[in-house]
């Protein structure tokens, strides 16, 4: 659904001619390997133009590669007169609500399509590194990250080797909680496999439908997590990369329709629908019932087995 309608010219027009035909089935290669950022919004228009847009033009991400959906009629008027062309390739009408818009996302474009989904307030996006002693984080220091690019290639290189077609990135950006998480294997040393929660300022998909498939909205990044999870076997995460962003504190955006008791009994839906995987964190005070992923499962064992063939 998301692909150009020139795939469907090329292949009408030029059925006899083997050329042409060659031009298609190349097209149909460059589509399938390359990604898409796609970019939900609400009610965001100058935020999304002053942080994210402007974060993926100074990293020259190509703007025909960059979706942006919003909600409604009025809404898709309103960022298309605040948006600079320039610095995206679509604007999209989608659904209102964050699970509505997160499925909706899921389905407009193709089953195994490279998706990177970004939030519409990044402002810098971070790397952690220590030149002194690797495994001690008080001397952790986060950078600007140099090359977007080659990081989204690498995620989903590593993505397609390893069969985890979830990757993400850390949900906070202090840089003392950024440790290596690997001591075995150097080249990959914060890139960790099991259960943890891949936060949805930034994570990448190869797009699978039915792991996509949001039933609550407040709390449906660990939803995608965990589906992504249990079909998958694992999924990556870059413990040293994040973003910065403060979602809660900007106007717009999940602030919009975020109610606590929504948030709570969507905790409570998880824990009970995945009581092996998803616990209360109470080491984190707040109004809202905060959650934390564990596999208590055999499937964690299965994937430390795993671990050595995959790296």
Not at 23 to 28: D, G, R, S, T
Not at 151 to 163: C, Q, V
Not at 201 to 212: L, Y
Request: charged share 30%; proline share 4%.
């Amino acid at each position: 659904m998301g692909g150009p309608n020139v795939l469907n010219v090329l292949k009408k027009e030029n059925e006899n001619n083997l050329f042409n035909r060659f031009i298609y089935f190349l097209y149909v290669i460059i589509l399938i390997m390359s990604y898409v950022v796609a970019i939900p919004s609400y009610k965001r228009h100058e935020t999304l133009k002053k942080k994210t847009l402007n974060v993926l033009k100074e990293y020259k991400i190509p703007k025909d590669s960059i979706y942006v959906f919003v909600a409604n009629k009025p809404e898709y008027d309103l960022y298309n007169n605040t948006l600079d062309p320039k610095t995206y390739g679509k604007l999209i009408i989608g659904k209102p609500g964050i699970k509505q818009i997160r499925n909706f996302m899921a389905d407009y474009f193709d089953e195994g399509k490279k998706i990177v989904y970004m939030d519409d307030d990044i402002g810098k996006i971070w790397e952690c590194k220590n030149s002194i002693k690797p495994y001690d984080k008080k001397n952790n220091k986060v950078y600007k990250m140099l090359n977007l690019k080659k990081f989204f290639d690498k995620a989903f290189s590593l993505s397609e080797k390893t069969g985890y077609h979830n990757w993400g990135v850390y949900p906070r950006d202090n840089p003392y909680f950024m440790k290596p998480t690997n001591r075995k294997n150097p080249l990959n040393n914060f890139v960790s496999t099991d259960l943890k929660f891949l936060i949805g300022f930034m994570t990448g998909v190869i797009n699978n439908r039915k792991a996509e498939l949001r039933t609550i909205g407040d709390k449906e990044d660990y939803e995608r997590t965990i589906k992504y999870y249990l079909n998958d076997g694992g999924v990556l995460r870059f413990n040293n990369i994040s973003c910065y962003t403060r979602c809660y504190k900007v106007a717009g955006g999940i602030q919009a329709t975020r109610k606590i008791e929504d948030s709570n009994r969507n905790a409570k839906t998880l824990i009970k629908k995945y009581p092996h995987l998803v616990s209360v964190n109470n080491g984190r005070k707040s109004p809202f019932v905060e959650i934390l992923l564990r596999d208590k499962t055999k499937l964690k064992k299965y994937i430390k087995s795993m671990k050595k063939k995959l790296f």
